[in-house]
């Protein structure tokens, strides 16, 4: 982009250029001005060329003024004004030009580039064949992570049932054991200490299990990612390289989307039951807490009848004693 410096520098010595070559000074429009310089903006041009019109017509009149043979100083120094800024506007011009040379040269050197990217895209048609065997290679893959895949969705199910049975069983359990204390705290305190321990180890062994579902999962989802950006990196390869393979390309991206959309349902159920085992978790906690409130009060239990007991004794032994004499 043009300097303004520039432009003003150039529209004084054009101005004075046309001026020698006999053009009125008053008459020079800046239209005539930017078709010798060619840069610049019209606005800048004007002002320059109004504060130049004004100076010539200042020094015309000045001229005038004065008496002949200075006013033919003034006029030669004039015209070595003027040439100096012919000389001015000769050197400016040739910098645009070898500017625009050198503007040619870069184009011609893109045109080589763009021969160059032409001759690689003719080298990369020769390994079409190599794509379409990958292609192939891609759609085993693909097979073999739908197995995985529906062998994973299987084995969540089973788990899935699994921890409702669980469950129920706990609810069952929970139920049975509120009775048996209700009938008897005192005689089944032993019993129910057993059977929460059971019931923690239980819920110990199902957690264990869901940990390792969990973990065979994850790395086979892991795997079906691994799968699944291999062959998108090799079916957009081919896409580029080989027009032909465009609707088998759009295929595979579709059931590599697809793929995508199983394996997010996947980790949905993932996380469902990772909800669900936080749940059992839960459900435990709250059976512990319950137990240890019901052995509390089996215990007040214990200490009230032993006080009614003594009680009742006191009595008894009152009424075995001779009365004193």
Do not use: C
């Not at 010539?56 to 009149?61: C, F, I, L, P």
């Not at 039951?273 to 807490?289: F, G, I, M």
């Amino acid at each position: 982009m043009a300097r303004t410096s520039d432009t003003r520098t150039l529209t004084r010595a054009a101005a004075a250029r046309l001026a020698s070559e006999g053009r009125p000074p008053h008459t020079l429009t800046v239209d005539q001005i930017y078709e010798v310089i060619r840069q610049g903006s019209r606005t800048t041009i004007n002002d320059e060329l109004k504060r130049w019109k004004a100076e010539r017509v200042q020094a015309d009149a000045l001229a005038e003024t004065l008496p002949p043979t200075i006013a033919e100083s003034m006029r030669a120094l004039w015209a070595t004004a003027a040439d100096q800024a012919k000389q001015q506007f000769a050197a400016e011009r040739a910098t645009l030009v070898e500017a625009r040379e050198a503007a040619l040269a870069s184009g011609r050197e893109q045109g080589e580039l763009l021969a160059q990217t032409q001759a690689q895209r003719d080298a990369l048609a020769e390994q079409v064949a190599t794509l379409t065997a990958a292609l192939e290679a891609a759609q085993r893959e693909r097979a073999a992570m739908e197995a995985a895949r529906s062998a994973s969705a299987a084995e969540a199910a089973t788990l899935r049932e699994t921890l409702d049975q669980e469950r129920r069983d706990s609810a069952r359990e929970r139920t049975e054991a509120r009775a048996s204390l209700e009938a008897a705290q005192t005689t089944h305190q032993g019993a129910l200490t057993e059977q929460a321990q059971a019931f923690r180890q239980e819920l110990d062994r199902t957690t264990e299990r869901l940990q390792h579902t969990e973990a065979q999962m994850l790395k086979q989802i892991d795997d079906a990612r691994v799968i699944q950006r291999r062959a998108e990196t090799r079916l957009a390869k081919a896409q580029e390289q080989n027009a032909s393979l465009r609707t088998e390309l759009a295929e595979l991206r579709q059931r590599a989307h697809r793929d995508q959309q199983e394996l997010v349902a996947a980790q949905r159920t993932l996380t469902t039951l990772q909800s669900r085992l936080t749940e059992a978790e839960a459900l435990a906690s709250d059976r512990e807490r319950a137990l240890i409130t019901q052995t509390a009060h089996a215990e007040a239990a214990q200490r009230v009848i032993g006080t009614l007991e003594a009680a009742l004794q006191r009595p008894r032994r009152a009424r075995s004693q001779p009365p004193a004499t």
